[in-house]
Every structure is written in structure tokens, then in C-alpha cells.
């Protein structure tokens, strides 16, 4: 028997269940948010979506995002108090009722706080799956065991927004639906075979676990150097997390698909915006062991650097055209930049924190992703909208046009103020689309994000020359 499968035949059963309840749970979250949730968030109130501004959708996006990010360092606490398996129980029913109430609410103050409500879900839920391969793995499994868990983490997050791309277009609340019966599943998976993991029992009191915790944060932060290098990773989330908060909104707006589906012979509309979103996780799913075999003989800082590079390139190639075939290739070289850069920020990490304060360091790995999604939610909302929002690029055409068109109310639609448009201007809707392209130049919105990138590699670059002195990074870091 290979050693291989001997090291398969050591998980024990909650391994396993762990795993099922990791790939559903990443199938529900990004079904919703792989590129459906910033449409649903801007398209027109009377497709049944909400027709919330850019800088609104940002707004929301951001803000609950980096909550999500945020607060495990308080949900770790809760359940290493109560138990797994009762957190995971109230997870799963904070997101059952947070996906009815952003399928169900309309304004934006109500949909803000389903949003938030959903992010606490996620917090309660994101350490518990990784704390329970942790637990139930030892020193010969944790390596395959922690490669099996990211390797589900990548299926879940392809499979979602791909069946999502299916049924969206029929009814925005199909989608809902999906990520509903995905924790709906959960729970009842939870609650029939889930098995609190042993732990070992701890005597502190819930709130003295929460103070070391927030206390843990504050000395690594008091660390200048450390500090400096959080702050610079959290620009590179910045740009990257665009793929989930520009991109979709781009890519509806701009780019027409059915020309794509009539070359595979498929029918106008079955590849849509998220079928394209999906394709960053279905290339992790193919690549990510050519690329980790690749970037394994190269030292972190490297690897970083040109990982991001290789990420803003394809950001240009993502935003800068209207040709579906080149933005997939964008998409592809996106996919590849992250897969070369995203697992060595943990190793890089590992590498530059104190020998002794290792544990203690790598916990604050958490934050600048949180900062880049506070970041990129700002950047994809006014400077997005200024630079690439089509429908104020057209009202700004038809103001300098001179025309008159009524502003759009519940009896003057959005849909309407762009068919008005186009008998004033005399053309189709594609048409309109490259007069627009043409005159405006959206595309100029790749120079803001590939900028961003650059800058953060650039960054990267000085600090471990100037601040560093050049000192090689050595550790064993894990995709995230």
C-alpha cells in the first residue's frame, strides 16, 4: 500500500464530514458572492434587481466584507468557549436568514444590515472547519489533510457561481434559493453527524479569551516593521478583490457574451457574467499544483512580487477590451498571479515574525484582508462610477448632447432612460455601447487597478530592501 493511501486511510470520519460541510458552505457563499451579488446589488430595480449606485454597492460590499474578515479573532473565542458544533448550528441559521432577508428587502438601509448579519454568519463559521482539520490531523496528515480541505475550498467556490450562472438570468431569487438549500443541507449535516472535535478544555473566562485575543493584535501591531508590511499586502487585496466588486459590474455593463455562446454553439445567454467570474476558481482547480511546484523553488519575496505583477497584468487584460476571448485570458492570467502570490504571503509572513512570537504573528494574517476589502470597496464605488459607471457616462452624454430625457423614477425606468437615449442618438443598444466605449474610454478604469497592484509589489519590493535589508523570509506558510 502506497504511503499515499495510507495517510488517507489515518482521517477519521469528522475529517471527512468537515470537508463535505466546507465544500456546501463555500458552494452557498459564492454562488451569492462570485460575481451575482454585485449585479444583483447595481442592475435595474425593474429586472427585479435592487439599481443601488456603484459607491452604494461598494459601500455595502466593503464594509461587510471586512467585517467578515475581522471578527473571527472574536468568533475563534466563542467557540473554542461553547463548542463547535453549537456555533456552526447558529451559523448555518444567520445565513439561512440572511440570504432570505437580501432575496426579500429592497432599500438600502435594510439590505445593508441582511448584508452585515450575513458576514457575521461567516465569521462564526470561518475558523471552525479549519480548526476541525487542525484538530482531527497530526503531523503526518496535516499536510494532505490541509491540501484535500483547499482543494474542496476551490471546488465549492467554482461549482456555486457556475450553477448560479445557470439560473440567474431566469430569476435573480434562484440564486437565493441555492445558497439557502446549501446551508439548509449544512445544518441538518451538522446536526446528524458533526462531533465535537477533542479539545482541550479551557478555563478562561469567554471575555478574558476575547482580551487576549485583541491584546495578542496590539502587539504585533506595535511592531512598526510588521505593521508596515500588513498595511502593504492589504494594497494588493485591493486590487485583487476587484474580481468580486468591479469586474461583474464591469463585464454586465460593457461586454456582450452571446457572441461567445454562438462560436461553442451554444444558445444567446447561457454564458453570462458569472459563468466568466466562476472561471478564476475552476483555473485554481487546474493550475494550482503546476504553479505551487513552480513557485516552490523560488523564495517567497519573489514569488510575491512577481505573482502580483503577473495579477495587474491580467487585470489590464480584464478592463481594458470588449473581446470575451481576451478578458477569459485576463481571467487566466488573474488566476495565476493569485496562485503565485496568495499561498507565499503566508510563508513570507511566517518568515519575518519573530522566531519566538511565530504563533502570535500569523494570527493578524487576517487583517489586511480585511483593510483591501475596505479598500476595495471604495475604489469600486466613486472612482469606479466617475471612470466606467455607464449609465453616468451616459447621462453625461446626453447633457452634452442637449438633450432632455425625464430622470429615472418608478414611472420613468432605467431601461427606459436608455431606450429613450437610443432614439435620441439614433442608434441600437450595441451601438450606443461603443459610442459610449469610444468616447468616454471606461476602459481607462485598468490603469487605476493594475496602478494599485504595481503599487503594492513596488512596495513590497522597497520594504525588503530598505526596512528588511534584504534578509531572506524562510517558512512554511499554507494557501488561505
Known amino acids: 500500500m502506497s504511503s499515499f493511501a495510507q495517510t488517507i486511510r489515518k482521517f477519521p ?48 460590499m466593503g464594509t461587510a466584507s471586512m467585517i467578515l474578515y475581522f471578527l473571527p479573532v472574536i468568533t475563534g473565542a466563542v467557540a473554542d468557549r461553547v463548542g463547535y458544533k453549537k456555533v456552526l448550528i447558529v451559523s448555518f441559521l444567520t445565513y439561512i436568514l ?36 487542525a484538530r482531527v490531523t497530526d503531523r503526518q496528515t496535516s499536510s494532505l489533510g490541509f491540501g484535500i480541505f483547499y482543494m474542496v475550498v476551490n471546488i465549492g467556490g467554482f461549482i456555486g457561481p457556475f450553477v448560479a450562472s445557470l439560473l440567474y438570468k431566469k430569476s435573480w431569487d434562484t440564486v437565493f434559493y441555492m445558497s439557502i438549500g446549501a446551508m439548509v443541507l449544512n445544518l441538518i449535516i451538522t446536526l446528524i453527524f ?60 460593457w461586454v456582450n457574451l452571446d457572441g461567445m455562446s454562438k462560436t461553442l454553439g451554444l444558445a444567446p445567454g447561457t454564458i453570462t457574467t458569472v459563468t466568466i467570474s466562476s472561471l478564476a476558481s475552476f483555473f485554481i482547480i487546474l493550475f ?93 464605488g466613486r472612482p469606479y462610477e466617475k471612470m466606467a459607471d455607464k449609465l453616468v457616462l451616459l447621462k453625461k452624454a446626453v447633457a452634452e448632447k442637449g438633450f432632455e430625457i425625464p430622470e429615472i423614477s418608478e414611472s420613468f425606468t432605467q431601461t ?27 476602459s481607462r478604469v485598468w490603469v487605476l487597478f493594475t496602478a494599485i497592484a504595481i503599487a503594492a509589489s513596488v512596495m513590497l519590493y522597497l520594504y525588503d530592501r530598505l526596512i528588511l535589508k534584504g534578509k531572506d523570509a524562510a517558512g512554511n506558510g499554507s494557501r488561505q
Open 416 to 442: 427606459d432612460y436608455f431606450n429613450r437615449a437610443q432614439e435620441l442618438f439614433g442608434v441600437d443598444a450595441q451601438q450606443l455601447t461603443q459610442y459610449l466605449w469610444d468616447t468616454y474610454n471606461p
Open 98 to 133: 440572511s440570504f432570505f432577508m437580501l432575496g426579500n428587502f429592497q432599500t438600502f438601509g435594510a439590505i445593508f444590515a441582511a448584508f452585515i448579519l450575513l458576514a457575521v454568519a461567516g465569521a462564526l463559521f470561518k475558523p471552525l472547519i479549519s480548526g476541525t482539520v
Open 288 to 380: 494550482q499544483l503546476i504553479v505551487s511546484s513552480v513557485t516552490a523553488k523560488v523564495k517567497p519575496l519573489n514569488s510575491i512580487m512577481t505573482g502580483i505583477f503577473i495579477l495587474a497584468f491580467g487585470l489590464g487584460m480584464m478592463f481594458a477590451n470588449l473581446n470575451p476571448w481576451i478578458i477569459v485570458l485576463g481571467v487566466l492570467i488573474f488566476g495565476i498571479g493569485e496562485m503565485a502570490s496568495s499561498p507565499k504571503v503566508q510563508e513570507y509572513l511566517g518568515g519575518i515574525a519573530p522566531h519566538d512570537r511565530k504563533a502570535l504573528y500569523m494570527g493578524t494574517a487576517f487583517l489586511p484582508i480585511a483593510l483591501g476589502h475596505l479598500g476595495a470597496g471604495w475604489i469600486s
Open 13 to 60: 470520519r469528522l475529517f471527512w464530514i468537515s470537508n463535505i460541510i466546507e465544500l456546501f458552505e463555500r458552494w452557498g457563499w459564492y454562488a451569492f458572492y462570485n460575481g451575482f451579488i454585485a449585479i444583483y446589488l447595481t442592475s435595474p430595480r425593474e429586472t427585479g434587481a435592487l439599481g443601488f449606485s456603484n459607491v452604494e454597492k461598494g459601500t455595502i
Open 194 to 253: 458533526y462531533r465535537e472535535p477533542a479539545v482541550t478544555p479551557d478555563r478562561k473566562s469567554f471575555m478574558k479569551n476575547i482580551g487576549i485575543a485583541f491584546r495578542n493584535i496590539g502587539v504585533t501591531l506595535t511592531d512598526w516593521r510588521f505593521l508596515l508590511f500588513l498595511l502593504i499586502i492589504g494594497v494588493f487585496w485591493t486590487a485583487y478583490n476587484q474580481l468580486y466588486y468591479s469586474f461583474p459590474v464591469f463585464l454586465e455593463s
